[in-house]
């Protein structure tokens, strides 16, 4: 079955420190991938999106991913982080032919001052 | 301005009661979602419409009906509302399939008592 996991449920970085947030998914063929962020109270936001080419993608907010098929996954990174990144982050997969999403559970960052 | 609008914001029922969200877009998106939000579950998918005039069961579509007559609105309907269907209810948009954006309303906090 197709599935997304995201294993940190909490992660605590000190502003300044980089992030990395995991993501692996299960899925036969290459999927659409994406990251999005939640603030408190706020609809989700999307972050970056990978679908072909270039494995590592840039994103808004300085926020990068890097899509690696071998380990079926789709980390999100950030080499220095802000107190306004503390929010809540989503990884998801798309499927071609599909308009249907799978969402991982989600990772709450907490940043510390 | 153009995105996804959600009413109410947020809302009590009592079990039992009849309830509908609305959900209207003007992105002329083909696809249209309903998502609820639980902690510790992320985000999963009620129901979706791939265009006008169809509708799908996504992974938690019981005591959840929807319609799509026209391309902007979607709305969402608890026939008899249970305390389980408490939670905050998104709505989303996508113009391509798999690989598109979604784009995500502001939310509707339904409580149900």
């Known amino acids: 079955a197709q599935s997304v996991t995201q294993p940190d449920i909490h992660i605590t970085v000190s502003e300044g420190a980089s992030l990395e947030l995991r993501c692996n998914y299960s899925y036969g063929a290459t999927p659409y991938l994406f990251w999005y962020v939640q603030s408190p109270g706020q609809g989700l936001q999307l972050l970056l999106k990978y679908f072909s080419g270039d494995t590592l993608v840039q994103g808004i907010k300085g926020f990068e991913a890097e899509f690696k098929r071998s380990q079926s996954s789709f980390n999100l990174r950030k080499p220095s982080v802000h107190w306004s990144d503390a929010a809540e982050y989503f990884c998801?997969?798309?499927?071609?032919?599909?308009?249907?999403?799978?969402f991982g559970t989600g990772t709450r960052l907490k940043v510390l001052a | 301005i153009a995105g996804i609008t959600q009413a109410p914001t947020s809302q009590i029922l009592a079990a039992g009661r009849r309830m509908t969200l609305r959900c209207t877009q003007d992105m002329r998106h083909n696809a249209m979602y309903w998502y609820r939000q639980d902690l510790g579950l992320g985000l999963r998918l009620i129901h979706y419409s791939n265009t006008a005039g169809t509708t799908g069961k996504g992974e938690v579509p019981d005591g959840y009906s929807v319609s799509r007559a026209n391309t902007d609105d979607f709305p969402l309907t608890l026939a008899s509302a249970v305390p389980s269907q408490t939670s905050v209810y998104f709505c989303?948009?996508?113009?391509?399939?798999?690989?598109?954006?979604?784009?995500f309303g502001p939310g509707t906090r339904l409580t149900v008592l």
């Open positions: 989303a948009s996508s113009a391509e399939r798999g690989w598109g954006e979604q784009f």
């Open positions: 998801a997969v798309g499927y071609s032919g599909t308009y249907k999403y799978i």
